[in-house]
């Protein structure tokens, strides 16, 4: 896509794939964000569930920071029918001591084992590397989140171990493991 339509595209759809894209939340989204912030499967690895005003306050929040200081989480839809599966995307500098964009995605249950993380997160990482010129992508998985460690691992990030915080917005998830992946291990690796 030619850059100056892809410009005015980023203002509502941040990347796409083959059978994915990730768009810009809309206020009637928040019914469909509720069934992955409000299920206990959905959240078991992030110490559990939302209220549906949490959800309300995540949606507004990604709808008015959209693009700005390079928080771009969206949500995630599959291109055939419109359906929204999950959601994905970044934000900059929000894990405490570790510098880079910070990598996450939902996918809803009945949409897993498809490939669709591995495939988004793929789009993500060029538009982070190539578009934006980021030096550093990260990610945090629970210690006991297979699917999300080997997406992560499939991708060629370099795990360095457990890291102990508190969130005051995801009770229970005091431990995690940091993924990360610098532009410059990406580029060998496309080539």
């Not at 709808?63 to 970044?90: H, M, P, Q, S």
């Not at 010129?133 to 990610?139: K, L, N, S, W």
Request: aromatic share 10%; hydrophobic share 35%.
């Amino acid at each position: 896509m030619p850059k100056k339509e892809r410009s005015r595209n980023m203002r509502h759809i941040l990347v796409e794939s083959d059978r994915l894209l990730i768009k810009r939340p809309k206020e009637g989204d928040s019914q469909d964000l509720e069934r992955v912030f409000c299920d206990p499967a959905m959240m078991r690895y992030l110490g559990g569930v939302w209220t549906p005003d949490q959800v309300a306050e995540a949606l507004q929040e990604w709808r008015d920071e959209w693009g700005v200081n390079n928080r771009w989480y969206g949500v995630l839809l599959r291109k055939d029918t419109c359906e929204l599966i999950g959601t994905a995307g970044f934000t900059e500098n929000t894990i405490p001591g570790e510098p880079g964009l910070e990598l996450s995605w939902f996918v809803l249950p009945e949409h897993q084992g498809q490939g669709f993380a591995t495939e988004i997160t793929s789009e993500l990482l060029r538009f982070a590397f190539n578009d934006l010129r980021g030096e550093r992508m990260v990610a945090e998985t629970h210690p006991e989140n297979p699917a999300s460690n080997r997406v992560l691992e499939k991708l060629c990030f370099e795990c360095l171990g457990e890291r102990h915080h508190e969130y005051d917005y995801l009770p229970g998830f005091d431990i995690q493991v940091l993924w990360e992946l610098t532009r410059e291990s990406w580029q060998q690796g496309a080539s």
